[in-house]
């Protein structure tokens, strides 16, 4: 800072001051670090009990693959977990954002650029030093339409993905996202076509991943059954359809993720992920595996197996058509909402449902606030009524309730059909179809013609990928089922976006959820969890088993109990 001065400058002096200053005001709201991404290095330790060493047998899914940049779906993503680093991380127990690969991080330009500082020393598994080129290269990969990476979309805010993933004759784009620079050798800027300052939640994705452009232009099938990475494991043989991952200890790790204990680097010194068809298959063989998923909730433990509850982001809902009679009376949308006994529907599976009181999970980093009285967790009998008055809907013409007629959704909605009709005395007509059916009837106009089922899991755990999908007015006819349009929410979502700090744009984003709240064109009813089945000789080192993220197991904190 500048040193004081005695005295009073010239009036020229002062006039020149007060324009420097206003200056250096506009620089600085326009770029501020994200005070949770400072160098300071908060490396977690684990509990005295924790010791390294030792194997285990995880059971997943069967993966549709496992190179890190097309991971996509549950098992893709437990893979890349366990080899890869991402350029950020989260925290698996709170969703707070953490330096991995970056040690720091700007955001700026009102949430259209990220700039990242990426630390020294951290190696790929060949041997070689990452640097800002493999970040270029690695994002613009995922891009890219010859790659066609399902999770190709995480990538469409940045300058020139339109180009980079569809057709082009420019060259500039045939290969790289123009929204992509190397600033240095271990610094990166992203420009963003619009204000999303959040989107530096995309870059915990296991598909935003680094890897080597050498290992994948040397032969691509091959990278495809033995990608090369960053993570604290390596895949030690080649990967097909049908049989197990298997890993080894990375010996060279930077070990300095601070998302986990021990800088991220392991305890176990080797994992077989072996696959099943399904879960009921995992949790039937959980004699021969370590970790398993299991779909039926409720049972005690087995001997020697503990039980471990995690987190899941996918919301469950009723959404509902704002633009339709009586649907869109806000009244009418709220004594729906505290008509609904949330605490029944959640005991429907013996606890892999929690209560949803709102849109936003402690997935999102902290940012949930909930819909208070218009969303209870027990029925509110009264106040619903009182609504369904207000609204002057007519109660002796039936309204229709659609949904897909699969995974159990007909028993959940037949409850919820007989909550209107105990607590409100509606007439509910249950209409079931085929899920293609059923997408199509909500996305063409003019929409579903009552309220509908539907259900929502973010691509990442991030506030804006639960809300802008859903309720902005740019996704009708795309996510946007309820054709829910206000400039109030839209606008407070804009200010969310453009918000560099961090506490600033948390409370954006609970502004715009409870803008949602109060019109209410959705119904929140749960969000899902999981639960594993885990052999008492593994423990967790952070404590608990699962990520807040995903809900899925944490190899890197699995490790073998003493005695």
């Known amino acids: 800072p500048p040193r004081r001065r005695t005295g009073s400058p010239p009036a020229s002096v002062s ?128 891009a890219d339409d010859q790659f066609a990476s399902r999770s190709a979309p995480l990538m469409e805010p940045v300058v020139g993905y339109a180009q980079t993933h569809g057709e082009t004759d420019d060259e500039r784009f045939e290969s790289r996202l123009v929204g992509l620079r190397a600033t240095e050798t271990y610094g990166v800027e992203i420009s963003l076509d619009r204000p999303l300052a959040d989107f530096v939640r995309v870059l915990t994705h296991p598909a935003t991943a680094p890897v080597p452009r050498e290992e994948v ?71 021969s595996v370590d970790v398993a998923t299991s779909p039926a909730p409720g049972r005690g433990p087995s001997p020697g197996v503990q039980v471990a509850l995690g987190r899941s982001p996918r919301l469950e809902m009723i959404g509902l058509p704002v633009d339709r009679p009586p649907f869109d009376s806000r009244d009418f949308r709220h004594a729906l909402s505290m008509a609904v006994e949330r605490g029944s529907l959640s005991a429907m599976t013996n606890g892999l449902r929690r209560p949803a009181r709102g849109y936003l999970s402690a997935v999102n980093g902290g940012t949930h606030n909930g819909c208070g009285q218009v969303a209870p967790h027990a029925a509110d009998p009264a106040a619903a009524k009182s609504a369904l008055d ?48 059923f997408l199509e009837t909500g996305r063409r106009p003019p929409g579903f013609e009552g309220a509908f089922r539907f259900g929502w899991a973010p691509e990442v755990p991030s506030a804006d990928a639960m809300l802008f999908p859903l309720f902005h007015p740019d996704r009708i006819g795309r996510d946007n089922l309820s054709r829910f349009s206000s400039r109030v929410f839209s606008r407070s979502l804009d200010d969310a976006r453009e918000s560099v700090q961090t506490d600033d744009r948390r409370r954006a984003y609970v502004g715009a959820e409870q803008v949602v709240c109060s019109d209410m064109p959705a119904i929140p009813l749960w969000f899902d969890e999981t639960q594993l089945l885990v052999k008492d000789r593994l423990g967790a080192a952070a404590g608990q088993f699962t990520d807040v993220a995903w809900g899925q197991v944490q190899p890197r904190e699995l490790f073998v109990r003493g005695g």
């Open 15 to 142: 006039l020149l001051m007060r324009a420097v200053l206003i200056v250096l005001a506009l620089v600085a709201a326009s770029c501020i670090p994200d005070p949770g991404a400072d160098s300071r290095e908060r490396l977690r330790t684990p509990g005295p009990d924790v010791r390294r060493g030792g194997s285990a047998v995880i059971a997943f899914g069967e993966p549709d693959g496992i190179d890190p940049t097309a991971a996509w779906e549950p098992s893709g993503r437990l893979v890349a977990d366990a080899v890869c680093d991402t350029l950020v991380d989260s925290d698996p127990a709170t969703g707070e954002l953490r330096p991995a690969i970056a040690q720091s991080w700007t955001i700026s330009g009102r949430g259209r650029r990220l700039t990242l500082k990426l630390r020294r020393g951290v190696r790929f598994h060949n041997g070689r030093e990452l640097t800002a080129d493999d970040v270029v290269y690695t994002l613009s990969r995922l």
């Open 217 to 287: 232009e040397r032969d691509a099938a091959a990278f495809a059954q033995r990608p090369v990475c960053t993570g604290p494991y390596v895949v030690e043989a080649d990967w097909a359809p049908g049989t197990s991952v298997r890993l080894r200890r990375f010996d060279r790790y930077y070990g300095r993720n601070e998302a986990y204990t021990a800088g991220g680097r392991g305890y176990l010194d080797s994992i077989e992920l072996r696959p099943f068809p399904d879960a009921a298959a995992e949790a039937a063989a959980i004699g």
């Open 390 to 437: 207000s609204s002057g809907a007519d109660t002796a013409v039936p309204i229709k309730l659609h949904f897909n007629d699969e995974l159990g959704n007909r028993a959940a909605m037949e409850s919820v059909a007989q909550m209107w009709t105990n607590n409100l005395g509606l007439q509910v007509q249950l209409e079931a179809m085929p899920y293609e059916q």
